[in-house]
């Protein structure tokens, strides 16, 4: 398989599902799985403490649609996804510029969050919404 330089996954800097039905979410990951979530606003649950992942996080529709598009509904001509995952790289704009080369329909490109982390996002062929982001505070001072 070709490597792509410029968008070497670094680590996973977060994964979840994308959640439509928020309590049957939060009854199977919060009760079932005893997963400690902590709540934002908005209902976005989330955990750093979950071991294998930097944070996993339910990440309700209308949040990734608000990030993607600026909207609370997503787009009908743009797949739903099931869930989202983000590889943290060294530079955003040249791996989003050489991915979108390849052919990727960029969402977001190279956003500064309020939080601190710079993202890019699109849709895979599995319809997972995929994050290229850089993300301060994951990343360990040597």
């Not at 750093?48 to 909207?71: D, I, K, V």
């Not at 977001?108 to 982001?133: A, D, H, K, M, Y």
Request: some cysteine; glycine content about 10%.
């Amino acid at each position: 398989m070709e490597k792509i330089p410029k968008a070497t996954a670094l680590f996973i800097a977060g994964f979840g599902p994308i959640v439509i039905e928020a309590q049957a979410s939060r009854d199977l990951y919060g009760r079932a799985f005893g997963i400690p979530f902590k709540e934002e606003n908005g209902g976005y649950l989330h955990t750093e403490g979950l071991n294998g992942a930097n944070s996993f996080a339910l990440w309700p529709l209308s949040h990734a649609s608000q990030s993607c598009f600026g909207t609370d509904s997503w787009p009908r001509d743009v797949p739903i996804p099931q869930a989202w995952i983000e590889f943290d790289v060294d530079d955003v704009q040249a791996a989003t510029a050489e991915l979108e080369a390849q052919g990727y329909r960029m969402l977001v490109r190279n956003r500064n969050e309020p939080w601190g982390q710079t993202v890019s996002r699109f849709i895979g062929p599995e319809g997972l919404l995929v994050g290229i982001t850089f993300t301060p505070w994951m990343r360990e001072e040597k």
